[in-house]
């Protein structure tokens, strides 16, 4: 067996993912940093949607697994976040990815 063989397989939508969900945060940060009402309502929305994903997907791969649209939905859903995101000129998808990569760090040892 070679030494290649033996390395587990690359998860490259993972890491694509992943990627993705860091771009996001590194975008939301300035932004947030030069806007109170922006920083509150950014930090508001995201801890919803962490929320969320914490409840129902406490591991890594059911975190990787969660359509977009669902977490859309959880914003959309509820009017006063909806309007923290459209009152505030959010991206909801940076929020949501920023939230995802928020969930995956914060996950119990035992879960990740």
Request: charged share 20%.
């Amino acid at each position: 067996m070679t030494e290649e063989a033996s390395q587990p397989p690359i998860d490259l939508a993972r890491m694509i993912a992943m990627a993705r969900w860091q771009q996001a945060e590194a975008m939301l940060y300035p932004v947030v940093m030069s806007d109170p009402d922006q920083y509150k309502a950014t930090v508001e929305v995201i801890a919803a949607v962490t929320a969320h994903l914490r409840e129902r997907y406490p591991s890594r791969e059911e975190l990787f697994a969660v359509p977009d649209a669902e977490l859309y939905g959880v914003v959309g859903g509820e009017p006063r976040l909806a309007a923290l995101v459209t009152g505030n000129g959010l991206a909801l998808n940076l929020v949501a990815d920023a939230a995802r990569v928020h969930a995956l760090r914060t996950l119990p040892a035992r879960f990740a």
